[in-house]
């Protein structure tokens, strides 16, 4: 094994995936005192080593996991980690944290490079209550209840029991009824947990409030924003940035689907019509093996941007940093993973030929590029940067790498494959709104009864709704919320997705303009990690920080004009 150490302080080899072998360490760490600013940095390095091995482990083990989940040992040896060494890694973060904060040599760190990570951990001491403790237990198990009651989901359907998963392939069927009869079926399941869910839901909520009151907040919309260290935006900028995607997506999204309807051949757009082609086309298959998606993957950057081409074929050449084939027993989705102490990046995903696994391929690319961007920090903690960024860095090379398609697809195909990826973007940003803007409503009404509720998400569905005939189905269209579960499980995480594809939008814009000077603005910003507040960063790559009206509006058009031009 490679590392790359900054200090003794921790084995090259320690095995870091039991806590007896971690725990020495981290109690060496909280007896230290510090007599000057200097033993505090040092400090500061020691302890990022440490975090580091930790994070490799369960990397490690999270790899080893996914990449072979019939193996029982090495499922057994992830849960393990997860039970025993990650709470233990949750609470001694916590007091290292408040060593930090509360020392008296604080303030004379460098404010450039320290501000942004103290005043995250600043946070995290201030509004941490030993009596939230117990209700945040609850409230996890609350979400395990629900992710339950989702997991058992079964239909029959086309002679087999399947999975809601399986049963999403049957929405892309060109025969209207086999898309009716699989979408009512998976409706129908999902309606007889309905009550439950909103049982489930309806305790979280009085729960999570009463978390907020404890920490000192009025609402728990203000404490998570303190939580998920949103200081750079406010509840309110998130309000008008529903509002802007009202205005300026929904014309947008609307005109679509009066396409879609038209080239479907039908008089009213229902439920079931929104995922198969509306032309009749195959599928496009972009590439025939995961060898095959690596050599075109990297030709692609290479035509981008040589030194970009080159960070993909360090992942391809060095090490064990790319799983990308499908196989049985691998499992589904794709992710960008770090090894934190190698300081190497790693890529899983399902390749399977579809056009799916391209976007995968080039979005797990950004981010990794990311992490080498933003390697050579000494602190762990700067090694990355929050979501809102993060996934500028990924969502960008989705559409930066459209003038390089030719690499997978006839001409014709490039027009369809670009149309049906923008198509993607005008479409989720309503849903970003709806969910965001429902989880908002839900948080300040804390006291609101289950049809309160209901009536909310029915008229957020009129201003995001976007064209789609729900008559017959009032019950189904009530309950649809529950297969988000995000506001079950992870409560306000899903907007900074919209904010990071406005970034991504901006930089794609960029690009077109001058690709040069885009890609360099675009490693510039990535190269610092999380050492900047979000406006920072943003702008570090020539990019806004900003979700305005007059933000959404300027790129809409560009995607407009765009989705015309790919008609
Ligand atoms: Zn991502």
New binding site residues.
């Given amino acids: 094994m490679t590392t790359m150490m900054i200090t003794n302080f921790v084995p090259a080899d320690i095995d870091a995936t039991s806590w007896e072998n971690l725990q020495p360490y981290y109690q060496t760490l909280l007896d230290r005192k510090f007599k000057c600013e200097g033993c505090l940095e040092q400090f500061l390095l020691d302890r990022s080593e440490l975090d580091a091995a930790a994070a490799e482990a369960g990397s490690n083990l999270y790899i080893a996991m996914t990449c072979d989940t019939e193996n029982e040992e090495v499922k057994n040896a992830f849960l393990s980690f997860v039970e025993n060494v990650e709470p233990e890694l949750k609470k001694v973060g916590f007091e290292l944290n408040k060593k930090v904060v509360s020392s008296e040599h604080v303030g004379k760190l460098d404010k450039e490079r320290y501000t942004v990570l103290l005043r995250d951990w600043f946070a995290d001491v201030e509004i941490f209550r030993e009596e939230n403790v117990p209700l945040q237990t609850e409230d996890t198990k609350l979400g395990q209840e629900y992710s339950e009651l989702c997991g058992a989901m079964m239909v029959d359907f086309d002679g087999e029991k399947r999975t809601m998963p399986q049963m999403g392939m049957y929405q892309q069927d060109q025969d209207r009824s086999v898309r009716e009869a699989s979408w009512r079926a998976v409706a129908e399941r999902r309606l007889e947990d309905r009550s439950a869910m909103d049982a489930i839901f309806d305790k979280m909520v009085v729960n999570r409030h009463q978390t907020a009151i404890n920490a000192g907040f009025e609402e728990y919309r203000g404490y998570m924003f303190a939580v998920k260290h949103r200081f750079d935006y406010t509840p309110e900028d998130c309000l008008a940035f529903h509002e802007a995607i009202e205005n300026e997506c929904m014309p947008i999204v609307r005109k679509l689907a009066e396409e879609r309807k038209q080239a479907l051949g039908l008089d009213t757009l229902r439920p079931w019509d929104l995922a198969v082609d509306p032309h009749g086309h195959a599928a496009l298959k972009p590439f025939d093996s995961a060898d095959d998606l690596i050599e075109k993957t990297s030709k692609l950057f290479h035509r981008m941007d040589e030194s970009l081409g080159e960070m993909f074929d360090s992942m391809r050449d060095g090490g064990y940093s790319l799983d990308l084939a499908s196989r049985k027993g691998k499992a589904p989705g794709g992710y960008q993973a770090s090894r934190d102490r190698q300081r190497k990046p790693f890529i899983f995903m399902n390749a399977a030929g579809l056009p799916r696994d391209l976007d995968t391929m080039v979005?797990e690319a950004g981010?990794a590029f990311h992490y080498m961007l933003c390697r050579h920090d000494d602190l762990v903690w700067l090694r990355g940067a929050p979501l809102e960024f993060a996934?500028v860095a990924?969502m960008s090379m989705e559409s930066l790498c459209y003038p390089f398609l030719d690499e997978f697809y006839s001409p014709e195909e490039i027009k369809r494959a670009i149309r049906k990826h923008l198509e993607g973007i005008v479409s989720v940003l309503p849903w970003v709104a709806t969910i965001d803007a429902f989880q908002h409503w839900i948080y300040l009404n804390p006291e609101h009864t289950c049809e309160e509720r209901t009536a909310q998400w029915l008229e957020l569905g009129e201003r995001f709704g976007g064209g789609v005939d729900w008559s017959g189905l009032e019950s189904e269209h009530e309950a649809v919320w529950h297969r988000q579960l995000h506001p079950f499980e992870v409560p306000f995480y899903y907007v900074e997705y919209g904010i990071a594809q406005l970034g991504a939008l901006q930089m794609w814009l960029k690009y077109r303009e001058n690709p040069t000077a885009a890609i360099k603005d675009y490693k510039n910003g990535l190269s610092l990690g999380a050492s900047r507040t979000l406006p920072e960063l943003f702008e570090a790559c020539g990019l806004k920080f900003d979700f305005t009206t007059s933000m959404v509006s300027t790129l809409m058009k560009t995607v407009a004009e765009e989705l015309d031009k790919h008609a």
């Fill in positions: 979005h981010h996934e990924s």
